[in-house]
Each structure stands twice: as structure tokens, then as C-alpha cells.
């Protein structure tokens, strides 16, 4: 009994790190507020201040959060965050180059902060329009207010709560009715903190408008070994016939936590397509949400991460069938190395009314190591009946047979094994159509496993 009384009561532990590290957060906002001055009249203000309102109300996901169950995000952030600086400039370099050589227009921010110096636009106004968050709030908020804040929402999630509260940069792309553009738009994230933590809330507000097709490459890049905490949002919609991809390329260092959140949604006719590819990271969650909100929509969603050492990447999607006659289907692909822990939390649902749906879910994993750890969890809800549903995964070591194979064609071991990983995730990227980043995703993985072929 008297052991009993002495154990602390895990829900009041859990509350007092709320409280920690909501305070900060609180505090971060109540600075940001300050420094608004004029803003505050904005449509926009109040909208952020909904979102805090609902953070303050509901706080972190706690240990008893099923949506969270894998990812202790409230106790690392604890133990990480002391004190929020919301804005880094980061160091004063000349240029901040991509890691492939590709013509696009380049959008690029240095810890959050978007740096037009070191962006480019290239693509007619006519097809496309491209602005920092800051001047698109200004001067077309008769756009951006049909959309900002309308998909992502701040009573579902803590994150989203803080980005719409604390976000003032970030990008609005507008790619117009009927445009088909010749080259991708390139969103470039610097992760480069020189002092303490660095918190960065970035927002993407993406409308591609009827008839048009156009791709978009995010890439995020660390380049120091201090801690940062990225909070990233996204918003896509799709008119109708609209066909759009997005690739997420994501190589954080081991001190680098990354939650991001991409909600798309998708009307009449549209075609929707991503890629969220993981080389590295210490945390990363990555939350993608698809309302299939129309009849003859496709989506497709593609996802390969390559773990190791303490990594911990927590894929969760969501799929939401609404009206009949729409496909969709996923295929996530996972190496596990070290220590690393891989999580995939899947669901697709199907509405009543979305009769006529084809949706197909898989996660394939390979465990390399018995330290490392892989949790899947493919779901289905269904509430129509003239469908065709399926779901599953497989977590396993490399299969010794074709590993055998190879070896007795005289390949020495490590040779062989490289080369079966690397066909295992090649599933994902000869899918990806623009040549010079596949190329890129290529070379990334062959220095993981130390050859080349």
C-alpha cells in the first residue's frame, strides 16, 4: 500500500509535462501577438486566435492519445525545449544550393524565414503565381481566405492548432485554370540553427485550379547539429480534372524533430499523387489527410524510409472515401536499420454514399537489425457495400532464398544483400517521373548501403 501511494499517478505526470511545455508554447504566442501590431484588424488574426484557443483547451496528445500511441512527441519535446525562439536568421552564406541539379521555380526559407534572395521564379505569371505567406495575406486575400484554415483543422490536432496560430511564413502557390507547368515548383526548407533551439511554424497554402497540372518538391535539409523543432502545414485543393504531385523529401539530422501535416482535398475528376520519401531524421511524424470529396477522383500515395541509428519516423495517412466511383491506393516501403523505430498507422475509410470505391493499402517493411522496432497498423472502415477494399502489411528480415541466389552467382554477401534492399524501395521510385530528383533519391540510397549499381 504505502509502495502505492508513492508511485506518481501517470495521467498527473502526464499533465504536469502538459503544462510545461504548453506554457511555452503560450508564451510564444502571446510574444508573437505582441509584435503584430496593425495585423491585428486582420480576418486572419482571428482565425489564429480560434486556433490557440482550441491548443489551450486541448493541449498535447498525451500517453493515453491512441492517434499518438507510438510517437511519445509531448515527453521528447519536453526533454528538448526550454525556452522557444521562433526566429533564426541562421548563418549569412552566399548561396544555399540544391542537392540536384534541376530548372524550377525555387522557393527558399532559412529556418522558417523565407529568403527572397535566394529564391527564383521562372514560369509565366499567367500559368502560375507564387508568394510568400506574408505578401499573400496582404494583397489576395480574396483567394486565400475561400481556403487558409478550411482543410487542415485546429480542433483536431494540437500541431495544426499551433502552426494556424503561430505560422507567418510560408508560401501561396496558385496555379491557374487550364496551366500545365513545364518545369516543378521547389519548396527548399535550411534547417541551420546557430544558438539554443530553434521552432519553426511554416504554412503552404497550394490551389491548383481547374484543367491544370503542375508537381511540387519540398525537400527539407539540416545542416547543423543543434536542435530544431519544425511545425509544418499544408494545404492542398484540387479543382476539378486537376492533376497534381507532391513529393516530400525529408533528410533531417538525428537532433532534428519534423511534424508535418498535408491535408488535401480533392474534387470532380482530380488526380492526386505523392511521395513522401524519409533518408534521416530523429522524429519525424508525417500526418497526410485526402478527402475524396467528389465522384472519378484518383489518388495515389506512395512512401519509402530508409532508418537507422535512433530514428523515429510515424507515417499516419488517412484516406476519406465521400462520393462514389473514386480509386485510390498506397504503398509505403520501410528499411529498418540500428535502433530506429518505423511506425505506420493507415486508414482508409468508406463512406455510405461512396459506392463503386476501389482502395488498396500495403506497408512492406525490412528489419535489419534485432534492436530495431517496426509498428503497423493498416485500417479499413467501410459503410458502403459495392466495393472492392483491401489492406495488409508485412514486416520481416531479408529472405535468405534470393539472398542464396545471388551469392551462388558469385556475388559476396554484402553485394547481395545491398542489391535486394535496394530493389525492395526501387517499387517506389521508378514511379517518380522527374528524372534528375529520382537520380538524386538514387544516389541517397546507394551511400546508405555502401554500394553502387
Not at 499551433?162 to 496558385?174: C, K, P, R, V, W
Not at 513545364?182 to 484543367?211: A, H, K, M, Y
Request: some cysteine; glycine content about 6%.
Amino acid at each position: 500500500m504505502v509502495k502505492q501511494l508513492l508511485q506518481p499517478d501517470p495521467d498527473m505526470t502526464s499533465n504536469t509535462i502538459q503544462q510545461g511545455i504548453a506554457q511555452l508554447f503560450i508564451d510564444g504566442f502571446n510574444e508573437f501577438e505582441a509584435s503584430l501590431n496593425g495585423e491585428k484588424e486582420h480576418i486572419i488574426h482571428n482565425i489564429r486566435t480560434k486556433a490557440f484557443e482550441s491548443f489551450k483547451s486541448n493541449g498535447f496528445p498525451g500517453s493515453k492519445d491512441e492517434e499518438y500511441k507510438y510517437t511519445s512527441i509531448t515527453k521528447r519535446l519536453e526533454s528538448k525545449i526550454k525556452k522557444l525562439n521562433l526566429n533564426q536568421s541562421g548563418k549569412d552564406r552566399k548561396t544555399f544550393s540544391l542537392p540536384f541539379d534541376l530548372d524550377g521555380d525555387v522557393i527558399t526559407f532559412v529556418n522558417g524565414n523565407f529568403k527572397s534572395d535566394k529564391s527564383k521564379l521562372m514560369s509565366p505569371s499567367g500559368s502560375i503565381e507564387i508568394l510568400d505567406l506574408k505578401e499573400a495575406v496582404r494583397t489576395h486575400w480574396n483567394i486565400l481566405g475561400d481556403h487558409f484554415a478550411r482543410y487542415a483543422d485546429p480542433e483536431k490536432d494540437a500541431f495544426i492548432a499551433i502552426n494556424t496560430a503561430l505560422a507567418s511564413e510560408g508560401s501561396f502557390i496558385h496555379i491557374k485554370k487550364n496551366a500545365i507547368l513545364e518545369r516543378p515548383v521547389i519548396i527548399v526548407n535550411f534547417i541551420d540553427p546557430i544558438q539554443g533551439e530553434l521552432s519553426v511554424n511554416t504554412r503552404n497554402l497550394v490551389l491548383v485550379d481547374e484543367n491544370s497540372q503542375g508537381d511540387l518538391i519540398e525537400i527539407t535539409i539540416s545542416e547543423s547539429d543543434n536542435f530544431s523543432f519544425e511545425n509544418r502545414v499544408s494545404e492542398i485543393i484540387l479543382k476539378k480534372n486537376a492533376s497534381f504531385t507532391y513529393f516530400n523529401v525529408q533528410q533531417e539530422g538525428e537532433n532534428n524533430y519534423l511534424i508535418d501535416t498535408t491535408q488535401v482535398y480533392q474534387e470532380d475528376n482530380s488526380r492526386f499523387t505523392s511521395f513522401t520519401i524519409t533518408l534521416h531524421g530523429g522524429l519525424i511524424r508525417n500526418n497526410l489527410n485526402i478527402s475524396i470529396d467528389a465522384e472519378g477522383c484518383e489518388t495515389n500515395l506512395y512512401g519509402v524510409y530508409f532508418l537507422n541509428g535512433k530514428d523515429h519516423v510515424d507515417n499516419h495517412t488517412v484516406v476519406d472515401h465521400r462520393k462514389p466511383h473514386s480509386n485510390s491506393n498506397e504503398l509505403y516501403k520501410g528499411v529498418l536499420d540500428g535502433r530506429s523505430t518505423g511506425v505506420f498507422n493507415g486508414k482508409i475509410y468508406v463512406q455510405q454514399d461512396a459506392q463503386k470505391t476501389n482502395a488498396f493499402q500495403s506497408n512492406k517493411n525490412i528489419v535489419l537489425s534485432n534492436k530495431a522496432t517496426m509498428n503497423s497498423k493498416p485500417q479499413l472502415e467501410i459503410w458502403a457495400d459495392d466495393v472492392k477494399c483491401s489492406h495488409g502489411a508485412t514486416t520481416g528480415m531479408i529472405d535468405d532464398e534470393p539472398l542464396f541466389y545471388l551469392q551462388s552467382r558469385g556475388i559476396d554477401r554484402d553485394t547481395a544483400r545491398a542489391m535486394l534492399i535496394y530493389a525492395f524501395a526501387n517499387d517506389i521510385l521508378e514511379k517518380i517521373h522527374i528524372e534528375p530528383l529520382k537520380v538524386f533519391l538514387e544516389e541517397q540510397i546507394q551511400q546508405r548501403l555502401g554500394q553502387e549499381f
